[in-house]
């Protein structure tokens, strides 16, 4: 029998570390991909709590999700001068931010770390496209030294974009964490099409819904799994079929109960799926 996939769910390194895992077992779920958007949070006192939580729990943490410091606005408008690594005046500190990343990641187990590199140019003559890629080499050979994978997720670029700066980069610890709604809500490709390219090259999938943009100037809604234009039965046996055999990560982006109630909702829609 072909191996399953597993189903896990994005928490936060936030103040309550074991209520974090804690929260991943009550979804009866044994993994998560762990989002720390505060590099101030990547100390030894934090990296013994997650391995304890880990171990208390029976929790794999699958990624890291490194963000950075510096400003980040989710729109067309400013997001290309202010996300990731394309934005030269934040380069240098967001470089180290990632390593810092990478080094906690090492620290707590996790095989790899995961972050968006920005709008990175379509055009490779782009004046900040050899700045960017270099910038990304060097979080890469970090990671690499570091034994871990590199995944960027997919967003703010076209999946022959991100495949071309992953062949410029050059290191071969390099991958994807594919966000289907991502995929969408920028209007870049879509989901089950962009496993042509991208399928082979997966580290990560996040099992995230959304629509394509409405606006110009706005990303597209996310939405609850199920009710955005993501085909997951399409999607996910696609990715089967190219050999993936890693986790869905549910990823809602709001809060409450209406979040608990919408992974709830999707971990029953992606169990058949599995």
Not at 150 to 178: K, Y
Not at 213 to 237: C, H, I, T, Y
Request: glycine share 10%; aromatic share 8%.
């Amino acid at each position: 029998m072909a191996e399953k996939l597993r189903i896990g769910v994005m928490m936060t390194l936030g103040p309550n570390v074991r209520r974090e895992f804690e929260k991943v077992r009550e979804f009866g779920l044994d993994n998560c991909q762990l989002n720390c958007w505060d590099p101030s949070q990547y100390t030894d006192e934090r990296a013994a709590e997650v391995r304890a939580a880990c171990a208390e729990f029976g929790v794999e943490v699958t990624s890291l999700w490194t963000g950075y410091s510096g400003p980040a606005v989710w729109n067309f408008v400013d997001g290309p001068s202010t996300i990731g690594l394309v934005p030269p005046e934040y380069r240098e500190q967001r470089v180290r931010d990632l390593v810092a990343g990478a080094e906690f990641a090492a620290k707590i187990g996790a095989p790899c770390t995961s972050t968006h590199a920005g709008f990175i140019p379509e055009n490779p003559k782009d004046p900040l496209y050899a700045g960017t890629i270099e910038a990304l080499a060097k979080v890469a050979r970090r990671c690499k030294e570091l034994g871990l994978g590199f995944a960027f997720e997919t967003g703010q670029e076209t999946p022959v974009t991100l495949l071309r700066a992953m062949r410029d980069i050059g290191t071969d610890n390099l991958g994807v964490n594919l966000d289907p709604a991502n995929l969408l809500m920028y209007g870049k490709a879509n989901p089950v099409d962009a496993l042509d390219l991208l399928g082979p090259h997966l580290f990560g999938v996040h099992a995230k819904d959304g629509d394509y943009p409405s606006d110009p100037m706005n990303l597209g809604p996310e939405k609850p799994l199920g009710e955005g234009r993501v085909d997951f039965p399409r999607f996910v046996a696609k990715a089967k079929a190219m050999g993936y055999r890693g986790c869905l990560t549910i990823e809602r982006e709001i809060g409450g109960e209406r979040q608990i109630a919408d992974i709830r909702r999707a971990i029953e829609l992606l169990a058949p799926l599995l």
